[in-house]
């Protein structure tokens, strides 16, 4: 394990404005007492860190020894050789026993061009944001309900609580800048796939299939007038929390983080009332969850000390008591046994279970460099799809040609599917 002496040179990190960044300042104050050694934050607002980090690592001296990146950006940052494989900063690295890989998204296997157990470990989570289903307990319990085990259940639990209590069953996050992320579970869950890699530069399609086309039309159903607000393709996270933390709809699937602003009472009316849950499962019984962490990496393009001072920092991030400190301090754990620890008995930390079941399921849905483009190419299809602009099986058609362009152009070679 490295060193925690307090000799380690100073270090740059960027990072991005968040809800949670005071809780990851506390952890980085913490990390000064204790050792000495002194982490610097370089915050940008979301939108333009992933470019300081392209313009730091691509530089032949790069301006930060940590760069925090988005699960969508991983695998252009990965598979550009941007970053020091942790195994060769300090030889046999590991994550920590106990800590998340997120589908195994801290790790790149160069040759398949892709997240991979076997892979080089690239990178240490900081933050485990995935998607959990939110449900008003206090609604539950007075209308006799169950937490849902299948899709059916879930919207079965939204007609009765539309009926009986005249708010919405639901919500869904079907705004085109939000539903790719949304969508995910739902597609996972039916055993389909917006790809698969199956080779060294191979994919398959896996979007527009029957398994695929079941797990749309499961979306819309949820996502229905019936049970969900109006024009449910405007609605992005904002909408959907706010809609949750004024009563006004009683279940969502959304992430992680959000679990604070419900239980705020300067901004929540449901404070004590949520709750959440896994995500519920498919036809076959498959759990999925949308991975939406972030992992802090080290580039190549700095000193070896320089790596090393990074490497201490994230090596003392990850212990279970510093995760629950992590925890109390309002950030989002990225270990999935702190329901263990004395956090899973305090009934402010509920949500706890839920996030660890969900975040053993996450998957990352567009395991390739391109990542960013994709989503915003298919986001447009689902998003006419709910707003009845395109029916299930154009949107998938549609999605899937435009994903297997962009596949293409990224030097896969690609088997599609036949049209629906």
């Known amino acids: 394990m490295p060193a925690h002496a307090k000799d380690q040179p100073d270090i740059t990190m ?52 940590l760069v925090n990146i988005n699960s969508l950006w991983l695998s252009e940052i990965y598979s550009g050789g941007f970053l020091a494989p942790l195994g060769e900063v300090q030889e046999g690295y590991t994550l920590q026993d106990g800590v998340l890989s997120y589908g195994a998204t801290t790790n790149w296997d160069a040759a398949v061009g892709s997240f991979s157990p076997d892979g080089a470990l690239m990178g240490v989570p900081v933050n485990g944001n995935v998607q959990v289903l939110y449900y008003n307990q206090a609604i539950y319990d007075e209308l006799g309900l169950s937490i849902p085990d299948t899709w ?74 019936d049970v969900a607000p109006p024009n449910p393709g405007a609605i992005a996270q904002g909408e959907l929390i706010q809609l949750l933390s004024t009563g006004k ?61 990074a490497l201490a920092f994230l090596d003392w991030f990850q212990s279970q008591a510093l995760q629950v400190k992590y925890v109390e301090a309002g950030g989002v754990p990225v270990r999935g046994d702190l329901a263990e620890t004395g956090l899973g008995a305090n009934n402010s930390y509920r949500f706890l279970g839920a996030y660890s079941a969900n975040a053993a399921n996450a998957v990352m849905g567009l395991p390739f460099a391109a990542a960013a483009e994709a989503s915003d190419a298919m986001a447009l299809h689902f998003n006419r799809a709910v707003i009845g602009e395109e029916s299930p099986e154009v949107a998938l058609n549609a999605a899937a040609e435009v994903l297997a362009g962009i596949l293409e152009r990224n030097g896969f070679t690609v088997t599609r599917q036949p049209d629906l």
């Open 14 to 65: 960027a990072i991005n404005q968040s809800p949670w960044l005071n809780s990851f300042v506390a952890m980085v104050d913490l990390y000064e007492e204790e050792t000495g050694n002194v982490v610097n934050l370089d915050v940008n607002p979301f939108g333009g860190l992933l470019e300081k980090i392209r313009n730091s690592v691509r530089g032949s001296e790069g301006t930060y020894d």
């Open 152 to 225: 059916d259940d879930l919207y079965a639990n939204a007609k009765k609580i539309e009926e009986a209590k005249g708010i919405y069953g639901f919500v869904p996050r079907a705004a085109r800048d939000s539903i790719v992320y949304n969508i995910t579970p739902y597609i996972f869950s039916h055993d389909a796939a917006f790809f698969r890699v199956t080779g060294p530069g191979q994919a398959a399609i896996g979007l527009n299939t029957t398994e695929g086309l079941a797990a749309l039309k499961t979306y819309l159903k949820i996502s229905g007038e």
């Open 249 to 309: 709809a009683a279940q969502a699937i959304a992430v992680i983080a959000a679990w604070g602003a419900l239980e705020n009472p300067n901004e929540s009316r449901v404070v004590g009332q949520m709750s959440a849950s896994l995500i519920p499962a498919g036809p076959g019984g498959t759990h999925a969850s949308s991975a939406g962490h972030w992992v802090a990496g080290i580039p190549k393009n700095v000193s070896a000390e320089r790596q090393r001072a």
